[in-house]
């Protein structure tokens, strides 16, 4: 029975990657690639402060999403696993919050560049208000609407396994905890967040690799002013430089294994689930 599933993500999954390794020591001109076996890609990226520029800033979407999406998305699920008593009530209200996912990202994440805008809602509301006396420039085309559409496009992956792992817990626990004495932030920091932990963990890494993989968002949102490990490759492969996008992508996919093994580190998401 393995064998089968072997041989797919061998070919679906493995052998790409390898590939994408093996072009990365190739050569290229500004009119061909050729093979051969060089660290030329590796020096130029390495070599590069605009390398350095990029992947801080992937970081820094990548840790600010993260906190964003945690806050929210822990809330939601601590809401509806431990505020909603009806099984009925939770699947409605979780199923209303996969409502913006039946539709694209793009769609989702372009339809805030009208809200932001100059003249859009979001100014125009303020200005009425006489909050501010002129529009806001830095709402759109800037980190903040960057920043804005990641989490929206994101913070389900962090409700659903955090939901999925409150549902298991114990409800005899958290009486035992309020039997005790203890008060509902004792009970929600000493309890529920140590047994939520796996979902955490996987919440994470969902929103990190997303984030840091994206470069469609990153493009539209920032309106090009901004750029992220995934516009890099994008801008090498619209270029034909596929050795160089394959160089970046091989350092990326190493990168986000080292953040993956690092959060895997704080918890045993194969033995706590």
Same mark, same amino acid.
């Given at each position: ?5 072997v041989?797919?993500l ?5 052998m ?8 990365s020591?190739?050569?290229?001109t ?11 890609n590796y020096?130029?990226l ?8 990029v992947? /801080?800033?992937?970081?820094?979407y990548? /840790?600010?999403?993260?906190?964003f999406c ?6 939601a699920?601590y809401?509806?696993?431990?505020h909603?008593?009806?099984l009925?009530?939770q699947v409605?209200? /979780? ?6 996912f ?5 769609? @989702? %994440?372009i339809?805030?560049i009208?809200?932001?805008g @100059? ?16 529009p806001?420039?830095?709402l759109?085309?800037?980190?903040f609407?960057?920043?804005?559409a990641f989490v929206?496009l994101?913070?389900?992956? %962090?409700?659903?396994?955090?939901f999925?792992? %409150?549902?298991?817990?114990d ?10 004495g203890?008060?509902?932030?004792q ?8 047994l939520?932990?796996p979902?955490?963990?996987i ?7 997303l984030?840091?993989?994206d ?36 350092v990326?996919l190493v ?11 704080f918890?045993?998401? @194969?033995?706590?689930?």
């Open positions: 029975m393995a064998s089968p599933l041989l797919v061998s070919v679906f999954l493995v790409p990657i390898i590939m994408i390794a093996i072009v020591f190739w050569g290229a500004e009119w061909s690639i050729y093979p051969a076996f060089q660290f030329d020096a130029f390495f070599g590069s402060d605009v390398t350095y520029r992947f /801080f800033n992937t970081f820094k990548a /840790f600010i999403t993260w906190v945690l806050g929210i998305g822990f809330t699920a809401f509806l696993a431990f909603v008593r009806s009925t009530w409605a209200l /979780f199923l209303l919050c996969t409502i913006p039946w539709t694209s990202n793009i769609i @989702r %994440m339809s805030w009208p809200f932001l @100059r003249n859009g809602l979001a100014n125009s509301t303020l200005m009425s208000w006489g909050v501010i006396d002129e806001l420039e830095w759109l085309f800037s980190d609407s960057v920043i804005l929206h994101y913070t389900l992956f %962090m409700v659903v396994p955090i999925n792992t %409150m549902m298991r817990i409800r005899s626990l958290i009486e035992a905890a309020a039997d005790n203890a008060s509902g932030w009970t929600l920091w000493h309890v529920i967040v140590p939520t932990k979902g955490i963990m919440g994470t890494i969902f929103v990190v690799t984030v840091m993989g470069f469609i968002t990153v493009r539209f949102m920032s309106g090009s002013q901004s750029a992220n490990v995934g516009r890099l490759i994008s801008n090498d492969i619209s270029l034909l430089q596929y050795p160089s996008a394959s160089a970046t992508a091989v990326l990168t986000v294994l080292l953040v993956i093994g690092i959060l895997l580190r918890v045993d998401i @194969r033995k706590e689930l």
